[in-house]
């Protein structure tokens, strides 16, 4: 009866069973998961499994999407649910980001699930040290030791390093980690830094730290670490200067560099009193001795009426440098004018053109006049050249006797004394007197005068019948009344001749310096046109002037 009863209730359970609405069974599920669980972190090059299952048999597809974005299928196909299934391989490049999506089908169900993890390349090492040693080493904030130490199973990629040690900076870097390799670091650690500001007296001067050129002064040197250093400054034609500084933390410690000029000496002599100019500079007069900077340097040495001289000269350190300059004086020039004019003009026998006439280009010193003309007496005289000046000479020529009317007049009185001479001859001649000494009494007046003016020259004429009325000097041309050039002095022997021949004694000396004594030892007159006469018997001051006896 009681197994009855069991099998009715178990029937009435399968009816109802069979029954129930499909809507009861579980609805679709996967899992998707990898060695450690998601979101971990996985080397390259290591092995792994992602794990799948559902909990019913479906159709699923297992994808991987890389770092770079790229997607690939890892396996697709028909699983039973329940079951855990896997897939196995090795992690590769490029390191990062990896996602595992698994899709599920079932029927008009649909399911999918994701893992994230991680590939990483393999660990390096980092090898530090530092000069001092013993500085603390921070890898990413954390500390690892002290220098010098390697830093091991240190992952790929950029880290920051910091170094620390008392009395010093702190020192950092960051650095990158190559997967499998080591990675040396070596620090040089500072000691508290300060800064050094360098001027000098010139300025423009190189300067050197501890050996080392940090460039032109006046200067900061920044960053110096504190402590004793060497500061030396140097410039061109300048004694080096050289001083230690010491150096505070975060303090500026200044110096100033007073440069000692290297020096030569010059000295410089000339044939006249110049002024001297060193590089542009007036240095004073010669003869000058100085002292000067080292190397190149123009020198110019001026003086008036001479030309300029330029040279460039050498001084050495200690050493004296001697410059013996003979200054070329300028040439001056003469002007010469005459009357009347187009007079060829002759300088020491030279022909040089008519005047009027400037010669240009004449050295200084005396030299000889000489004008000729058609018609004209030869007119002479001396002239003194000065250099850079214009001597002028005024010429007055005379005419030859025979063709003014002086030549004619005293031919009418010829003909009329001989005229007088006829016609008194008819008068009764005083007893004892002849004809001819009628005759000679008759010219007595006309002869005294004309045999001392013979008609070779026309300033004899001149002199006999107008008489001189220039009160000048025939060398020089200016006033006898002038006594610059000395007492006056004129010649006997012209004077006997009816000349005037008046001279400056200071010209007179100078006029004999150009003239040669024949061999009689007698000089030329300065009167044209110039006879020889005996200086010491013809030659005498005004005030003591004899006539003397040719």
Known sequence: MIMKKVITIMGILI??????????????????????????????????????????????????????????????????????????????????????LLKAWAG?????????????????????????????????????????????????GEHFIRLTKSGYQD?????????????????????PLG???????????????????????????????????????????????????????????????????????LEVKSNTKAQVYIDGTYQGKTPLQCEIPLGNHQIKVSADKYYDYIETVTITVGEHTHVNISLTEKPGSIFVESEPSKADVYLDGEYRGRTPLTIPEV???TY???????????????????????????????????????????????FLCIGLFL?????????????????????????SALKKAPFFSIDNLSNII??????LCLICNDDLGNHENGQILECIYCKNEGLVCKFHSGCWERFKEHQEENSEGMIRCCKPPGRYISEAENIRPVTQAKPVEA
């Open 15 to 100: 009816l109802l069973i069979s029954v129930l609405p499909n809507d009861t069974r579980c609805a679709l599920s996967c899992d998707i998961w990898v060695d450690g669980g998601c979101g971990t972190t996985h080397r390259i090059g290591s092995r792994m499994n992602i794990y799948f299952k559902v909990n019913t048999a479906a159709y699923i597809e297992l994808w991987l999407t890389y770092p770079d974005g790229s997607k690939k299928q890892m396996t697709c196909g028909t699983v039973c649910g329940g079951r855990t299934y896997y897939i196995s391989g090795t992690i590769g490049e490029p390191p990062g980001k990896r996602i595992a």
């Open 108 to 156: 008009s169900e649909y399911d999918s699930d994701t893992c994230v993890y991680y590939g990483e390349e393999s660990p390096g090492s980092i090898r530090v040290t530092s000069n001092p040693s013993g500085a603390k080493c921070y890898l990413d904030g954390t500390y690892k030791g002290k220098t010098p130490l390697t830093i091991r199973d240190v992952s790929a």
């Open 171 to 191: 020192w950092s870097k960051t650095v990158r980690v190559t997967s499998n390799q080591t990675t040396g670091v070596s620090a040089e650690l500072q000691r």
């Open 195 to 265: 800064s050094i500001k360098v001027t000098s007296d010139p300025s423009g001067a190189k300067c050197y730290l501890d050996g080392r050129y940090k460039g032109t002064t006046p200067l900061t040197i920044r960053d110096v670490p504190a402590g004793e250093h060497e500061v030396k400054v140097k410039k061109e034609s300048y004694y080096d200067w050289m001083s230690d500084v010491n150096v505070s933390d975060g303090k500026t410690s200044s110096i100033h560099a007073s440069l000692e000029m290297m020096t030569g000496f």
């Open 363 to 365: 050295q200084s010193g």
């Open 368 to 414: 000889t006049l000489l004008l000729t003309s058609s018609g004209y007496y030869d007119w002479r005289t001396s002239v003194t050249v000065y250099p850079d000046e214009t001597s002028s000479i005024d010429a007055s020529m005379h005419r030859v006797f025979w063709k003014t009317w002086y030549f004619y007049l005293s031919i009418a009185i010829v």
């Open 423 to 447: 016609y008194r001859r008819k008068r009764a001649i005083r007893p004892g007197e002849s004809p001819m000494a009628k005759l000679k009494n008759t010219f007595e007046g006309v002869t």
């Open 466 to 471: 107008l008489g001189d009325e220039k009160n």
